[in-house]
């Protein structure tokens, strides 16, 4: 009779397993491309970050096995309790970390120094799958979608209150699971144009319209605008509401054109934002209206969504203020408001220099000069990713971006045939946080986004990222390799 363990070696998905091992193995060595010194040569030296990184890896497969030889159950059964403790150790390390860098996110043990925000992700990814996957549980009921996304951002809290902004927007990807879930989509693409509105206001907000107005904003003006075309965009497209649509359409232009044909004709002094923002008021009214008599939400959201662009827009400036000068600094130069390359710019202005010497092909493993000549900063950690640019060229960067592809496609066919609801549900939640570390740290190294200091999964040093990201994914891995144990 099989043993539970030659089961599990059985069912595994050996697909990903090969995939992380590639990672890892690929990772190490730009890591020891990046931090080589030429007068050492030995692979074994642990007083580079290369010798210690070979303490982590081996220490990360030794978790993984751990995690696959545990009962899978025990995940679903103690996933409050995980997290739990997870949220206390990431409040108690807000009082007792030490200031590093100008944040409070690392425990100090002895020589070794973890990060519980790299944990909390499975921690919370877990909580996440067991409420969702409690019976009954409706994302769209009011109730159950609240208590959700109370799961999810009283860890984003925590690690802000560390000073990890990075770390805590990583949470928010977590909403991509509440889609797959049945969260309308049309939540999701109300949230990112509220985030397009956000930057549209810092971006043109102290620039006038022209020089006739010049105390009329540009960027309110280009918001109100943003707001109206989607608002009626979405009433066409989501509720196929020619009528309704046509006549929010006509309203618009009718009262934008009286309202510049009264200025032009009697010289009245007034903004023409005040006119937009009438306009939005009066439809939200509206919308109000026709979705208590058709007892359609939709149209609710659709007004919704008009009246917090106008908030989001008022107050970018009140909530850019509150963030950090060099956080401000970042923002504008990846805006492209301010140009500082000796600076904020440096990281990155530095970071695409390496990556464009590198070419097609690449300068050579351990020929970087960029690299060799410690030019960019955090080059085996947040911006590992220059090293593999510079020593591997653009083929090296394309296979690197390809196995996170393949990764990332993998886990969401793992997560589809899952029988168990959970371990869907985990999965979809493991496959986002990966997808947002990929994305936004390869965008940031090139400056596409902005610089908010996360790890690229499995390649950046540290033994925190890579503990994590290995107990994220193998968690799964075990609940893959049981969806036949008990549910046939």
């Given at each position: 009779m099989p043993t539970r363990q030659n089961n599990i070696v059985k069912n595994i998905d050996w697909v990903t397993v090969t995939i992380y091992l590639l990672m890892v193995i690929a990772g190490w060595f730009c890591i020891y491309g990046a931090?080589?010194?030429?007068?050492?040569?030995?692979?074994?030296?642990?007083?580079?970050?290369?010798?210690?990184q070979l303490v982590w890896i081996g220490l990360s497969i030794g978790i993984a096995f751990t995690l696959l030889m545990l009962d899978s159950r025990l995940y679903n059964l103690f996933a409050y309790e995980i997290y739990a403790i997870l949220m206390l150790l990431l409040l108690v390390t807000i009082f007792v970390a030490p200031e590093i860098k100008g944040s409070r996110s690392w425990l100090v043990l002895g020589p070794v120094s973890l990060q519980p925000a790299e944990f909390a992700k499975t921690a919370t990814c877990l909580a996440v799958a067991r409420v969702m996957s409690t019976t009954g549980f409706k994302v769209t009921r009011l109730g159950d979608f609240v208590k959700v996304?109370?799961?999810?951002?009283?860890?984003?809290?925590?690690?802000?209150?560390q000073n990890e902004t990075g770390s805590a927007l990583v949470y928010a990807s977590l909403l991509l699971v509440l889609y797959r879930e049945g969260l309308p989509g049309i939540i999701l693409i109300l949230l990112f144009f509220l985030a397009v509105i956000f930057v549209v206001s810092i971006?043109?907000?102290?620039?006038?319209?022209?020089?006739?107005f010049p105390d009329e904003s540009y960027g309110l003006f280009l918001v109100i605008l943003i707001t109206l075309a989607v608002q009626n965009g979405f009433l066409?497209?989501?509720?196929?509401?020619?009528?309704?649509t046509m006549s929010m359409v006509l309203f618009d232009v009718i009262?934008?054109?009286?309202?510049?044909?009264?200025?032009?004709?009697?010289?009245?002094?007034?903004?023409?934002?005040?006119?937009?923002?009438?306009i939005i008021a009066v439809k939200f009214i509206y919308l109000i209206v026709i979705s208590f008599q058709k007892r359609l939400y939709t149209y609710f959201w659709i007004g919704l969504f008009a009246i917090a662009s106008v908030g989001i827009s008022s107050m970018s400036d009140m909530a850019f203020d509150k963030l950090k000068p060099h956080q401000q600094s970042r923002i504008r130069v990846t805006l492209g408001?301010?140009?500082?390359?000796?600076?904020?710019?440096?990281?990155?202005?530095?970071?695409?220099?390496?990556?464009?010497?590198?070419?097609?092909?690449?300068?050579?493993?351990?020929n970087g000069t960029q690299t060799k000549l410690k030019y960019v900063p955090e080059q085996d950690t947040d911006f590992i990713f220059c090293t593999v640019g510079e020593e591997h060229g653009f083929v090296g960067s394309f296979v690197v971006m390809i196995l996170f592809l393949i990764l990332m496609l993998r886990l969401v066919f793992l997560a589809e045939r899952q029988r168990s609801l959970f371990s869907r549900i985990y999965g979809y939640c493991v496959a986002s946080?990966?997808?947002?570390?990929?994305?936004?740290?390869?965008?940031?190294?090139?400056?596409?986004?902005?610089v908010i200091g996360i790890p690229l999964p499995f390649f950046s040093y540290g033994g925190s990222s890579?503990?994590?990201?290995?107990?994220?994914?193998?968690?799964?891995?075990?609940?893959?390799?049981?969806?036949?144990e008990y549910f046939g």
């Open positions: 931090v080589y010194h030429f007068e050492d040569a030995s692979f074994w030296d642990f007083s580079y970050r290369y010798g210690k996304i109370c799961f999810i951002l009283f860890p984003m809290l925590l690690i802000l209150l971006r043109f907000g102290d620039v006038p319209i022209l020089a006739a066409l497209v989501f509720q196929k509401d020619r009528k309704i009262v934008l054109l009286l309202a510049y044909l009264v200025y032009k004709i009697f010289h009245l002094n007034f903004r023409f934002t005040y006119v937009g923002y009438g408001m301010e140009n500082d390359p000796q600076k904020a710019g440096y990281n990155v202005n530095q970071s695409k220099i390496a990556i464009g010497s590198g070419g097609v092909s690449g300068k050579g493993f351990l946080i990966i997808f947002f570390h990929v994305a936004v740290n390869i965008g940031m190294v090139i400056g596409l986004t902005p890579l503990w994590g990201f290995t107990i994220l994914l193998f968690i799964f891995l075990r609940l893959d390799a049981s969806r036949t």
